[in-house]
């Protein structure tokens, strides 16, 4: 059983920061990339970021230059620091983890239950 956690988001005003972190948890030989989605209301889930076990990252455009995404590999975490937040930046925002469960075992995504944010004034 694999179990990916998300937390640190909440309300912060236009302008702000929020720093999300998400651990990975359960029988887990290893993790290859880990990455973060956002889903606003009435839109399609997007990637955001993700960075692989050596640390190269990839991210999409509107967030380059205000997101920064790092992982502790020793940890199963990944996290997401976030600044010059907008109004649009409002969804909620759930990691996705590759990893395999066994050394033998196939790869698989998972998903966390999502944490909100919300930039508002």
């Known amino acids: 059983h694999v179990q990916l956690v998300e937390s640190g988001g909440g309300l912060v005003q236009p302008g702000g920061s929020l720093r999300l972190s998400c651990a990975a948890s359960?029988?887990?030989?290893?993790?290859?990339?880990m990455g973060w989605y956002r889903q606003a209301p009435g839109k399609q889930r997007e990637f955001v970021a993700d960075i692989t076990t050596s640390g190269t990252t990839d991210y999409v455009d509107f967030v380059k230059g205000r997101f920064t995404i790092s992982r502790d590999n020793a940890k199963n975490t990944v996290y997401l620091q976030m600044n010059s937040l907008g109004p649009e930046d409002t969804a909620v925002y759930s990691c996705?983890?590759?990893?395999?469960?066994?050394?033998?075992?196939?790869?698989?995504?998972?998903w966390g239950q999502g944490t909100q944010v919300t930039v508002s004034s």
């Open positions: 996705n983890a590759d990893l395999r469960k066994r050394r033998s075992g196939p790869r698989s995504s998972y």
């Open positions: 359960g029988s887990i030989f290893s993790i290859y990339s």
